[in-house]
């Protein structure tokens, strides 16, 4: 299998980190040998952190820049390591609740 470019791209500043879905895409119709993380040319950890949040993509980016991991870059940006997991699992409560909500039920 062959890697993408999309890391060396969004390092360039070529494409926006959020055109990240078409790259997944293209993954998924080649029959990739490759993990989904190496074909973007992220860390198995990276990639679970952008599982968990896709917000944190910029900060997956910004630590392939500075050569450090990604739970390194993160804990720098939150000193009291809030974590994006946490958030995002906030989140999911804040949308099943208004689903809730909205539905007739």
């Avoid at 969004?10 to 895409?25: R, T, W």
């Avoid at 000193?79 to 999911?92: K, L, T």
Wanted: proline share 2%.
């Amino acid at each position: 299998g062959k890697k993408s470019n999309y890391m060396q791209k969004c390092l360039l500043g070529e494409i926006f980190p959020d055109s990240i879905d078409d790259f997944i895409e293209k993954w998924h119709k080649n029959e990739n040998s490759l993990e989904v993380y190496d074909y973007l040319g992220m860390t198995e950890e990276d990639y679970k952190y952008y599982v968990a949040d896709e917000d944190v993509l910029p900060f997956i980016i910004k630590s392939h820049r500075f050569r450090k991991t990604i739970s390194q870059t993160v804990t720098e940006y939150y000193h009291d390591g809030e974590s994006f997991a946490a958030r995002a699992s906030d989140r999911e409560k804040a949308k099943m609740l208004i689903d809730f909500l909205k539905s007739d039920g």
